[in-house]
């Protein structure tokens, strides 16, 4: 059976990561992704040894590359002529840039009626904000997102990933399918559009809802979930587990494990309630208790007694844990540079239409001749382009 979005073809402005992560989805998901670059680019933060680093690797798999000088007039009009053949085309420039090359939404999608033109900018296409540079770190700030994060001692604090792009992308690429399927159903596409800002915003559930309900915003969560307890980061005797103990089956049954019964008679950790307002109590007696025994030994246990638990891990550890090899998310392919290229597989499973992360992210030109074919480009154009410079093959 052919990849979901087997069929679909991309074309593929973005740069950095939010753009990037959102084509890649698109690309995991069967869809030929034509990834448009300056023959001069410098790929983000380039390269390391000539190689490209994995800042670029991680989020351009499974697409190709065509180098081309879209804002050149010879350029443009090879887009335009290939635009017949798209069927969305992914951008993250800041409004209005996409205009000033001739390639904005509203020409294209007037021209194109049937092309899902998707943006993604920091602060989206409107509002006072509209014009301002906008990145992860910035929208962390701004949704709140760094204001429930962290411990009250260490103030707000950033996710350890760049959590705004890769929401970013996801939230995008969501638009993307979104409105293919509303073109199957009308016959036309549309202008999709977002933001790092609102991508986070729209994460906010129930910390918005704390808000919305009590009128004062909450702090940061820290270790442990704000509205349950025992929910939460505890340390072993090697290291840190989290024991999630959120109703009271689970929690009589972690009583019962760690041999404290007495905790179920306790007034301080009486019910749900009590056991919030008396947090710190509580993770200090289960602490106490957990540092009895190593990390692998306690999730062994709980976990056999129906009480969920799991080890924090480092990303070595991640990567060696056998669920995570068993689930195919870890995937090695051959590279021309790198030798081996690994990655992270895709977390979407298939019963009749499977996804297979079998393709590495492409050499910067790699495929300009062929995607310049397949627009109907003859060997004499295509030739007059490299010796202009508006076109580049690789090693060119």
Request: proline residues 6%.
């Amino acid at each position: 059976m052919p990849a979901p979005l087997a069929g679909v073809r991309v074309l593929d402005f973005t740069r950095f990561l939010a753009g990037p992560f959102c084509t890649m989805q698109l690309a995991d998901l069967g869809a030929d992704v034509m990834k448009v670059e300056r023959p001069d680019v410098s790929r983000e933060f380039s390269t390391r040894e000539g190689h490209d680093t994995y800042f670029f690797l991680s989020s351009n798999r499974a697409k190709r590359s065509l180098a081309l000088d879209y804002a050149s007039d010879a350029g443009r009009e090879v887009l335009l002529r290939g635009l017949e053949q798209v069927d969305v085309l992914v951008e993250n420039f800041r409004p209005g840039v996409m205009d000033r090359f001739g390639l904005g939404p509203q020409a294209l999608t007037e021209r194109f009626s049937r092309l899902v033109y998707v943006s993604i900018s920091g602060f989206g296409a409107t509002g006072p904000y509209r014009e301002r540079p906008g990145f992860d770190q910035i929208a962390q700030g701004m949704s709140g997102i760094m204001s429930v994060t962290g411990t009250p001692e260490s103030g707000p604090v950033r996710s350890g990933l760049a959590i705004g792009d890769l929401v970013g992308g996801l939230v995008a690429a969501q638009g993307a399918l979104a409105a293919l399927h509303a073109r199957a159903q009308t016959g036309r596409g549309q202008h999709v559009e977002t933001s790092l800002l609102e991508s986070l915003v729209g994460l906010l559930t129930w910390s918005a809802g704390i808000y919305f309900a009590s009128d004062a915003a909450p702090g940061p969560a820290g270790h442990h979930h704000p509205l349950a307890s025992p929910y939460g980061r505890f340390r072993a005797a090697d290291g840190y587990l989290n024991v999630t103990a959120g109703n009271e089956r689970i929690w009589k049954r972690l009583c019962r494990e760690l041999g404290r019964e007495d905790w179920l008679e306790d007034e301080r950790f009486a019910d749900p309630v009590a056991r919030v307002l008396n947090r710190q109590a509580l993770s200090d007696e289960l602490e106490g208790e957990l540092g009895k025994a190593t990390v692998a030994e306690w999730v062994e246990r709980l976990n056999a007694a129906s009480v969920p638990s799991g080890p924090v891990y480092t990303l070595d550890q991640v990567f060696a844990d056998p669920q995570i090899r068993a689930r195919d998310m870890l995937v090695e392919l051959p590279h021309p540079e790198l030798g081996t290229f690994k990655t992270t597989g895709h977390p979407l499973k298939w019963s009749e239409t499977p996804t297979r992360v079998e393709r590495r992210p492409p050499l910067l030109a790699e495929h300009t001749d062929e995607v310049l074919a397949e627009f109907g480009l003859s060997g004499e154009e295509r030739a007059k382009l490299y010796e202009a410079g508006v076109a580049r093959q690789r090693g060119a």
